[in-house]
């Protein structure tokens, strides 16, 4: 699929890491019905792919996803496909398939982050923001209640009482208030923003992966038991993971300080 002939994204793939850039710069990445079923096919196989361990999440140009193409809808959604038989509501699956998917999502926010793509970006496992971006909610704005799972998402991300503030009383803010609460872990500057994503990117791309899937795992299992329930299932996945070639390899890189070679068994 790296490299297939989409109209709206760019899809990448280089060993054990994937980056999926929204591609409609003109528009700051606004979206429109092409993109929705262009992104949610391509996450539904990334997360069907035992080989992506990272999935990057990006915008192309100065945008990350600034929420709905509003002219478009205004005007007729242009993108429309008369022989896409899914229901409305099927490409709304993408914030389960970018929080639940076994690979690490990251949100790379590189701009504009509002409506809709503010919430793919809270779907994301970690967040980290250029300089340059900006946020808003932006819902009530154009009059609707809001998608993409923020009511869920975002107060297990920054707390009940600032989620709600957010959504109810929306307002840009910028890349450093986004630091202050919490939504977004680090913030780089603008000029090495790919860079020090890159870099972090590869770090987990060279995590042993059994082991990296199974936190994953782990972290998705939690947000639904009760915490005894909890400890007994990791108790059960974490014993096990002793006798993996990738483990045993693990322990002895550390002793004989030495970079590990692992080999995903």
Request: with cysteine; hydrophobic share 45%; glycine share 8%.
């Amino acid at each position: 699929m790296s490299g297939a002939n989409f109209e709206t994204i760019r899809y990448e793939k280089s060993g054990a890491i994937a980056t999926l850039t929204m591609n409609r710069p003109e528009r700051l990445n606004s979206i429109a019905g092409r993109m929705m079923r262009e992104m949610s096919d391509t996450l539904a196989a990334v997360a069907e792919d035992p080989q992506v361990r990272v999935l990057v999440l990006t915008g192309a140009g100065r945008g990350f996803c600034a929420g709905a193409d509003l002219q478009g809808i205004v005007e007729g959604d242009r993108d429309a496909d008369d022989s896409d038989t899914r229901p409305p509501t099927f490409d709304f699956r993408i914030p389960v398939l970018l929080h639940n998917m076994p690979a690490v999502t990251i949100a790379a926010i590189n701009g504009a982050c509002a409506g809709a793509g503010f919430g793919w970006a809270c779907a994301c496992d970690l967040r980290f923001a250029a300089t340059s971006a900006r946020f808003n909610t932006a819902f009530l704005d154009v009059g609707v209640a809001g998608d993409m799972g923020g009511p869920w998402l975002l107060p297990r991300i920054i707390g009940a009482a600032r989620a709600r503030e957010i959504y109810f009383l929306p307002g840009k803010f910028d890349a450093e208030e986004a630091l202050r609460i919490g939504l977004v872990s680090r913030v780089f500057s603008d000029d090495r923003f790919r860079q020090e994503v890159g870099a972090i990117v590869e770090r987990l791309g060279e995590a042993a992966p059994i082991a990296l899937r199974t936190m994953k795992s782990n972290f998705i299992e939690a947000e639904r038991m009760d915490f005894e329930s909890y400890i007994a299932l990791e108790t059960a996945r974490h014993i096990p993971m002793f006798s993996t070639a990738d483990t045993r390899e693990a322990f002895a890189a550390k002793v004989e300080k030495r970079k590990p070679r692992f080999q995903g068994r």
